[in-house]
Nanobody, 120 residues
Framework: VQLQASGGGLVQAGGSLRLSCAAS????????TGWFRQAPGKERELVAA????????FYADSVKGRFTVSRDNTKNTVYLQMNSLKPEDTAIYYC??????????????WGQGTQVTVSS
């Protein structure tokens, strides 16, 4: 499985961005796709995830109510709609996929990162 993330950029606080993660290869084997982020000097964290089959979602507390993860299986693409962005959302965002059940751990395939910068 290969993943291609896109959609990052520079936005003012309060603005919105939509990230995309396009999968190719053995996409039928994917159970879930997650969005992670890593800010300078901080550990990588899972911010949202979605099951490819059930549509079940997970959100970190820090993004609940602001971010929405969705999928389009016909396009093998997962999206992360980010609204009401804050400067603390600034990070490199990565998408990752896994074949096993569960949304929080066990991610095997990783895309390249896309930079999101939120100015105050």
């Amino acid at each position: 499985v290969q993943l291609q993330a896109s959609g990052g950029g520079l936005v003012q606080a309060g603005g919105s961005l939509r990230l995309s993660c396009a999968a190719s290869g053995r996409t039928f084997s994917i159970y879930a796709t997650g969005w992670f982020r890593q800010a300078p000097g901080k550990e990588r964290e899972l911010v949202a995830a979605i099951s490819r089959t059930t549509g079940t979602t997970f959100y970190a507390d820090s993004v609940k109510g602001r971010f929405t993860v969705s999928r389009d299986n016909t396009k093998n693409t997962v999206y992360l709609q980010m609204n009401s962005l804050k400067p603390e959302d600034t990070a490199i965002y990565y998408c990752a996929s896994k074949r096993t059940t569960g949304l929080r751990t066990g991610y095997e395939y990783w895309g390249q990162g896309t930079q999101v910068t939120v100015s105050s």
